[in-house]
């Protein structure tokens, strides 16, 4: 039988097929609706519904955890709530002008003045924060005075019973249980003051006790109680809606100036009398300034806390998604091709099926995260007793959500389709170039990966000598998984090539993972993310859990007293506090010590001298039996030998203290985060001390000659302290 030319029949000189025929070309459009039929008809697959449930609960943690976490930071107009009330603006705290127990003259004269002005609508708040109360221990608590009945601070304070307290002698109490009393009954405070408790009151900004006194309470009080009470003095704030601003700090100065004629030489005083208006407009605080000034969410003071999370977790479990459906999505698109299904349109259709579901399902985890984190702020809310910041720009996590799932399927999906014809391999008859051009591609794409990984390995190892920080040590717990990332073909290689075959079940399961080596690595890479997010928030928790052990450490030690600036134990103590523990007699002959930290210049951004790579601040004393004092510990004679040949003693608990016996080290001045120079290498040893609170923050102790002598900042002055104080000593001084 012979074939004629146009029949269906083959010549013994034609190859045979090898695969099927080619598909006709195929419109753009068509080509998208195809996909999209294969989608849909994927998508009905349970297997591929349930996988999704992965990106279900990272979605979910992803916006419970921002939900709570902007819980914690209250806007700008809470704050003006708080400190404003009902007001617009308020001016004189932190003037200098303090009122003594019944000293009523500058209030009348203040209030004489604001009417003068035409001011209305104004209160004078009076504040004084070391109000005594009658309790074993004795304890101190803030006093507020203000015209209560006329709810000054709507939002912040809300009646509990009782009444609002409107007569001097009066007081509502918040924290009634704290405070130990009830309506009706007598508080004592101040030895023998005798308070009528007329209401309770619930703070929603804090949970401390704080006295709200009726009007001229503080006028009424004996002045007798400044001798047992030296230190106890108001300070006021004119709160109002918020006009004539100009009108009411020249009210409020002309009122400090006629206080401070009579106030001697003290600095405050000088300060008013010689330019009380500059003193006073420093003051002026307005609603506008607190809207604008929120505070710092949790967000943005701890990024690798929330915001690399909110990334990583998403991609990974994406990630994992087309992981673990990679061999169905493959054979699929084999089974497509082979029917004559063009490989992008087959690739394609898996790929958006499985994209479809993610982002339902993270749609529908965004939903339930908002569930659960509002759960999770009402609970937090009410722990703290307090408000709960705003949740005004929800969208915004959830698209950013969205887009990471998208990006991520996007690019999830395209692998398969760039790499299927390299897989699979080309037909007998097909030209060999494309293939031959795809594996130097590879490898360069396999190089890549191993210059980026032994780049990556090498930074941790430098990063984790400098890390002193939480957020440093954050950072390092990222890099670390990237270089773990990168490395996790080669690690999967290695453990394949471990893995034994003695016995049927473990040759089967090496084969399996041999089999779909990209599902394996998937679900590695997933867990290492997994494994570093948890590391972190461990790392964040250990944090917080020194925060809190550093903040419960003692003031200071047995037997010692601190005389120190009211706003900070750094700052030297003021004249009228050495004056009044002078006058107490309680220090009498008892030795005192003056201890420098090594930093000057501006306060709020000083230059300060510390170890080289560490962020604590060191201290300064005159000689070794003064360091002593301080820390209540003796020098052994190597320690004492380090000071006098010019080093520096490191506490024993720091970060990275010296251990040996011939340990040098390096101190770093700095401004902020800029170094501005380097000493050369100094004697260190390490210096074993009890904590105590003034010194939280410091990392060691030297000679100030020394510290003069290297030209490094040192205060002019410091704190003083006083040791060998008795127990009952310390408290009367107190």
Not at 13 to 41: D, F, K, N
Not at 121 to 129: E, G, H, K, R
Not at 453 to 478: E, F, H, I, K, N
Not at 524 to 542: K, M, P
Request: charged share 20%; aromatic share 4%.
């Amino acid at each position: 039988m012979t074939h004629q030319p146009g029949t269906h029949g083959r010549t013994a000189g034609e190859p045979a097929p090898s695969g099927p025929a080619p598909a006709p070309s195929m419109t753009y459009g068509g080509r998208v609706r195809l996909t999209l039929r294969i989608a849909r008809r994927l998508a009905r697959s349970r297997a591929l519904a349930r996988s999704v449930g992965l990106v279900f609960v990272a979605a979910l943690l992803v916006m419970a955890m921002f939900v709570t976490l902007r819980t914690l930071s209250l806007s700008g107009e809470q704050v003006a709530d708080n400190e404003l009330g009902r007001f617009g603006a308020k001016v004189g705290y932190g003037s200098g002008v303090s009122l003594r127990p019944g000293e009523d003259t500058f209030v009348e004269d203040l209030r004489t003045r604001l009417r003068t002005a035409g001011v209305t609508d104004a209160d004078i708040v009076l504040s004084a924060t070391d109000v005594q109360l009658n309790t074993t221990p004795a304890r101190n608590v803030t006093a507020l005075e203000a015209g209560w009945s006329d709810r000054p601070y709507p939002e912040r304070y809300e009646l509990l019973s009782g009444r609002w307290p409107s007569r001097p002698g009066e007081v509502a109490v918040t924290e009634p249980r704290d405070v130990g009393t009830s309506v009706g009954k007598p508080l004592t405070v101040l030895g023998d003051v005798r308070l009528e408790v007329v209401g309770t009151v619930d703070d929603r900004s804090a949970d401390t006790a704080n006295l709200l006194l009726g009007p001229g309470t503080w006028a009424t009080l004996d002045p007798a109680l400044s001798e047992g009470f030296p230190v106890l003095a108001a300070q006021m704030d004119v709160v109002w809606p918020g006009e004539r601003q100009e009108a009411v700090v020249d009210a409020f100065a002309g009122a400090a100036r006629t206080w401070a004629e009579g106030r001697g030489d003290s600095e405050e005083a000088a300060a008013l009398r010689q330019d009380g208006r500059t003193v006073v407009a420093a003051t002026l605080v307005t609603r506008d300034q607190l809207s604008d000034r929120p505070q710092k969410t949790w967000i943005e003071k701890t990024p690798a806390g929330y915001t690399i999370p909110s990334l990583l977790v998403p991609t990974a479990a994406v990630a994992l998604v087309f992981g673990m459906n990679g061999r169905r999505f493959r054979r699929t698109t084999t089974s497509l091709v082979s029917v004559g299904v063009p490989r992008t349109t087959a690739a394609a259709g898996p790929a958006l099926a499985a994209l479809a579901w993610s982002l339902a399902a993270a749609t529908c985890g965004a939903v339930a995260g908002v569930a659960v984190g509002m759960g999770a702020r009402l609970l937090i809310s009410h722990l703290r007793e307090r408000p709960g910041g705003p949740l005004d720009d929800l969208a915004t996590p959830a698209l950013r959500l969205l887009a990471v799932v998208l990006v991520t399927g996007l690019i999830a999906g395209a692998v398969p389709a760039r790499t299927g014809d390299r897989e699979t391999g080309p037909s007998p008859g097909a030209d060999h170039s494309a293939a031959r051009a795809g594996r130097p591609s590879r490898r360069r794409t396999r190089d890549a990966r191993h210059l980026l990984a032994v780049a990556a390995w090498c930074a941790t190892v430098v990063y984790a000598t400098r890390v002193d920080s939480p957020a440093q040590a954050m950072v390092l717990t990222g890099i670390m998984i990237a270089a773990v990332l990168l490395t996790i073909p080669e690690v999967f290689a290695g453990l394949l090539r471990l893995m034994p075959e003695n016995g049927p079940r473990r040759r089967l399961v090496r084969r399996q993972l041999a089999a779909d080596r990209a599902r394996a690595c998937a679900a590695l890479a997933v867990l290492t993310v997994l494994l570093g997010a948890s590391l972190g928030y461990v790392t964040l928790l250990d944090t917080l859990i020194r925060t809190v052990e550093k903040q419960s450490y003692p003031a200071v030690l047995p037997g010692q007293v601190l005389l120190a600036d009211y706003g900070s134990d750094t700052h030297p103590p003021s004249k009228a506090l050495l004056r009044t523990a002078d006058a107490s007699g309680g220090i009498d002959g008892l030795p005192r010590t003056e201890v420098r930290f090594l930093m000057a210049g501006d306060q709020d951004n000083p230059l300060m001298a510390g170890r080289e790579g560490q962020s604590g601040s060191l201290l300064a004393a005159e000689t070794p039996r003064d360091v002593e004092r301080l820390t209540g510990r003796r020098l052994d004679p190597a320690q004492a030998s380090v000071l006098r040949d010019g080093g520096v003693l490191v506490w024993s608990h720091a970060a990275d203290a010296p251990t040996g016996t011939d340990t040098r080290l390096r101190l770093a001045v700095r401004k902020g985060d800029k170094v501005l120079g380097r000493t050369r290498a100094l004697p260190a040893a390490a210096y074993d001390v009890d904590p105590a609170e003034w010194r939280t923050g410091s990392d060691g102790i030297m000679l100030r000659a020394t510290a003069t002598a290297l030209d490094l900042p040192i205060q002019a002055h410091g704190p003083v302290m006083i040791t060998g104080v008795s127990t009952k000593g310390a408290h009367a001084l107190q």
